[in-house]
């Protein structure tokens, strides 16, 4: 039996999935609703983990081209209180550990791996229905249909294949993230770019925080961090970026002016991201052609887990398929089952990792972590 594949989402797991399954001599098809891979920024930085991401662009075959991209000495870190005090510096050692790419950077490697055609770009998946034995018919917004025999949804958040399978909806934690860019920094930017450092900086308080990345190109890619309510976030006119600024750099009125500036001094619009999660033990029973990796299966409050558990899902899946072609139910089941109990895992450690970093312990329990005295839990 040949199996038809069919992926919805271009994102780094659906990638994955796909070349692992090309590697398997598997074919498969991404429909992709950007029109290019070009179509918009990536994202920033992401350190990539041996036992999960790595794992998965090793069995992508794609080692190689993923060390062509890392961005040397960009694993240090540091905590600094408010006022700019330093509490913890830990160097870069070279050890190449949790290596730093560019996701974007990351995401070209896989696009320019697959075999010509397995993107479909430009399909927006406006419905999907059960047909039975395992087949669904996806539509498309440019009035396009296909039938899949099995179906992978790798459409992030807020996927359009998950009621599928669960009803569950990702829901706020109560934790915004407001992002800015800072360019050219070392000339630019100074104050910045010194208390940022060479790696990651976390600015940590009870309720609010600023965390950035030095980015290669002497970019500064910054988070702030507010427990804060969908209305107060909705009630900022972030199409005014002076005055967004203002408002936001005002929460933050007798912090470092060094740090302050990775609000002010913004080369882009601030863009608010409000950070939602699935659940930390969804699961859903298994339904015949169709199942979920990533985002669109386990939400999680950020906590540099979310890329490399996609690619960790992609490649897993892929294996599951290629060690069972004739028996696609079996496949899914051996990867689902120890999908489940490693994500929710990861989902538990993102709630506490959000909570060092914003909850009543900040900034000291994040340095208790990072220094081996604060175990989770």
């Known amino acids: 039996m040949t199996v038809k594949v069919t992926i919805v989402g271009a994102g780094l797991?659906?990638?994955?999935?796909?070349?692992?399954?090309?590697?398997?001599?598997?074919?498969?098809?991404?429909?992709?609703?950007?029109?290019?891979?070009?179509?918009?920024?990536?994202?920033?930085?992401?350190?990539?983990?041996p036992h999960n991401g790595q794992r998965a662009l090793e069995d992508a075959g794609l080692t190689e081209a993923f060390r062509a991209i890392i961005h040397h000495g960009a694993q240090a870190a540091r905590a600094l209180d408010q006022h700019g005090a330093v509490l913890l510096e830990k160097a870069d050692d070279g050890a190449l550990s949790r290596p730093e790419v560019l996701r974007g950077d990351l995401r070209r490697i896989l696009v320019s791996s697959l075999p010509a055609g397995t993107i479909q770009w430009g399909k927006k998946l406006t419905g999907v229905a059960a047909l039975g034995a395992g087949r669904h018919a996806l539509s498309f917004a440019d009035g396009t249909s296909v039938v899949s025999d099995l179906l992978v949804g790798a459409d992030g958040a807020?996927?359009?294949?998950?009621?599928?399978?669960?009803?569950?909806?990702?829901?706020?934690?109560?934790?915004?993230?407001?992002?800015?860019?800072?360019?050219?920094?070392?000339?630019?930017?100074?104050?910045?770019?010194?208390?940022?450092?060479?790696?990651?900086?976390?600015?940590?308080?009870?309720?609010?925080?600023?965390?950035?990345?030095?980015e290669a190109g002497g970019v500064l890619h910054a988070y702030i961090q507010m427990n804060r309510s969908p209305e107060w976030i909705a009630g900022i006119d972030f199409s005014d970026t002076t005055a967004a600024k203002a408002r936001i750099a005002a929460e933050f009125a007798g912090w470092a002016p060094a740090l302050t500036a990775l609000i002010t001094e913004s080369d882009t619009a601030l863009a608010p991201r409000l950070i939602h999660a699935l659940p930390d033990a969804h699961r859903w029973p298994r339904r015949p052609g169709v199942t979920l990796i990533g985002d669109?299966?386990?939400?999680?409050?950020?906590?540099?887990?979310?890329?490399?558990?996609?690619?960790?899902?992609?490649?897993?899946?892929?294996?599951?398929?290629a060690a069972q072609p004739d028996n696609i139910e079996a496949a899914l089941a051996a990867y689902e089952e120890p999908m489940f109990t490693r994500s929710a895992?990861?989902?538990?450690?993102?709630?506490?990792?959000?909570?060092?970093?914003?909850?009543?312990?900040?900034?000291?329990?994040?340095?208790d972590f990072f220094t081996g005295k604060l175990g989770q839990g």
């Open 158 to 214: 807020w996927s359009k294949v998950r009621p599928l399978l669960s009803d569950a909806k990702p829901a706020y934690v109560g934790t915004a993230f407001i992002e800015t860019y800072l360019h050219d920094a070392d000339v630019r930017h100074t104050g910045a770019a010194e208390v940022v450092g060479s790696g990651a900086m976390f600015a940590l308080s009870p309720g609010k925080g600023i965390v950035a990345h030095r």
């Open 13 to 49: 797991g659906g990638l994955t999935l796909a070349r692992v399954l090309a590697v398997k001599g598997i074919g498969a098809t991404i429909y992709e609703a950007e029109p290019s891979a070009e179509a918009r920024m990536q994202g920033g930085q992401l350190d990539i983990h």
């Open 296 to 321: 669109a299966a386990h939400l999680m409050a950020p906590s540099g887990e979310g890329a490399n558990l996609a690619m960790f899902d992609g490649a897993e899946l892929a294996k599951a398929i």
């Open 345 to 367: 895992t990861e989902a538990e450690g993102a709630r506490f990792i959000l909570d060092l970093c914003v909850g009543d312990r900040a900034p000291y329990g994040l340095v």
